[in-house]
């Protein structure tokens, strides 16, 4: 995950030295954009979902340790913001975030058997309700550089938090709603018709999301002091 975030974060670096290398005094466009009190938009990407693992005994411990399989899923959502200040607007971006990710529990026998019981596919599609603060700088040229931040609340509509099966019956179970913090960068490109911005975020639970086996011992859930997010969007937006 350290990796991907490196390169999407060089890729947008490089793209903003090319395009200042080629435009040094370009025709502003969308002059009065930022002036506006209200913006709308939408957005499109994609996504890393993870989890950190916290356990009761054996902390560092390999033996004991969930293996997390993280795989790529996609964001689709719209945008509102509001321009308090120059250099500060207020952004809500509530949007849907499709994901699915493997976790292999330890300690079960190398069995046909044991290996069904120690994989779990965890498939997540969350709504996802943001409010980030975005900072950004004073605008050169056609670009303007940001950093946002903000909690968010997501809920998951495939938690299985309601079911009455737990994993002795294969259904591995979440909490519903889970609250979050989010911290990323991005940089806003003023085009002749409309502002396009790339940006990367993550994404850090703050709630434990983990629903425990009716067994207290059990092999999947007894172990686990905390369950929680962690992830990377890489959004796409068009305003």
Known sequence: MKRFFLLLASMLFLGVTVHAQFNSNPVLNLENKDKKFLNYGYFLGFNR??????????????????????????????????????????????????NSRTLGFPGFQATEEGERNAIREVKSTYINFPILAKISTR????????????????????SNEASPDDNSS???????????????????????YFKFTPSIRGVFGLTDEL?????????WTGNIEKMSTRGIFVNFTFE
């Not at 709603?177 to 806003?188: A, K, P, Q, S, V």
């Not at 629903?211 to 092999?219: G, I, K, T």
């Open 49 to 98: 979902y993870g989890f950190k693992f916290d356990y009761k005994n054996d902390r560092g411990n390999q033996n004991t340790e969930v293996l997390v399989l993280e795989s790529t899923g996609f964001n689709v959502g719209l945008i509102g913001e509001m321009n308090l200040h120059e250099f500060l607007d207020i952004r809500m971006e509530p949007g849907l975030y499709y």
């Open 139 to 158: 605008r050169l040229g056609n670009w303007k550089p940001f950093l946002v931040a903000g909690p968010s609340a997501s809920l998951n509509l495939g």
């Open 170 to 192: 294969g259904t591995f179970r979440m909490k519903k709603w889970t609250y979050n913090y989010e911290l990323g960068f991005g940089i806003d490109f003023y085009l002749e």
């Open 211 to 219: 629903v425990r086996d009716v067994d207290p011992n059990s092999p």
